[in-house]
Structure formats: C-alpha cells, structure tokens
C-alpha cells in the first residue's frame, strides 16, 4: 500500500539503497541556466522504477516541472547534495522539486521546505 508523502507521488516502502552519485547519462544543463538560483517548494518521494528520463530512481534524483528546470540539468540542493533533474510527476508543477529519497521515514522528515537551489 502506498502512503501520500508529497503531493507529487506516493510515497512506498522500500529497501535502503547505497548512496552512488547521480547518472551522468543525460543532457548537460543550457548554458544560460549555469549558475542559475532559484528559489522552490521541495518535497521527498520513495518510489522505486524509471524516471520520466529513463534513468532508474535513486540517489540524486530530482522530480522537476521541466517546462521550469530542463531534465538533464544538474544542480546542488542545501541539505541534500548534488542532484540531477531527471523525473517528473503530475503534482511537481512550476518552481516545486521532489526529491528522490531511501525510506519514507527520510521522506516524513525532509517534509516540505522552501529552499533555494543551483543550477549547474
């Protein structure tokens, strides 16, 4: 059964994964964004599979409104490292990012922050 954590996806259970660093198999950041901060509402998600950009879900993945931050585009979230834009989800709309998280107890506690993120 899936438990809502962010309004983006549900949220499941699932098995701790290692932390590895984010795929490098998409499309570098436009050069206009390089650099770029921006200012979002941030939420977690756990939910295991594909991307929208075909990578799997793991660490370093980050849900994005692409019409917003392109898929492919690398960034530095404060509080959780060095991502990579490559889902989407129906409820990540506008300046709203979802993080891909191990467990939904990291998801209840990362909950809903406003931050300001970079581009790269």
């Not at 530095?76 to 490292?81: A, D, L, Q, R």
């Not at 990540?92 to 467990?103: E, H, R, S």
């Amino acid at each position: 059964t899936a438990t809502a954590v962010s309004p983006a996806r549900p949220a499941v259970a699932s098995t701790p994964a290692v932390a590895a660093p984010a795929p490098a198999t998409v499309a570098p950041v436009r050069a206009e964004l390089a650099g770029t901060t921006l200012t979002v509402t941030s939420t977690a998600y756990v939910l295991r599979g594909r991307t929208a950009s075909g990578l799997p879900t793991g660490p370093g993945i980050v849900a994005v409104d692409p019409s917003v931050i392109p898929l492919g585009t690398r960034m530095t979230v404060p509080g959780y490292g060095e991502a990579i834009a490559a889902d989407t989800g129906g409820a990540v709309i506008g300046n709203t990012i979802d993080l891909w998280v191990a467990t939904l107890e990291e998801a209840h506690r990362w909950g809903r922050r406003t931050i300001t993120i970079t581009l790269h």
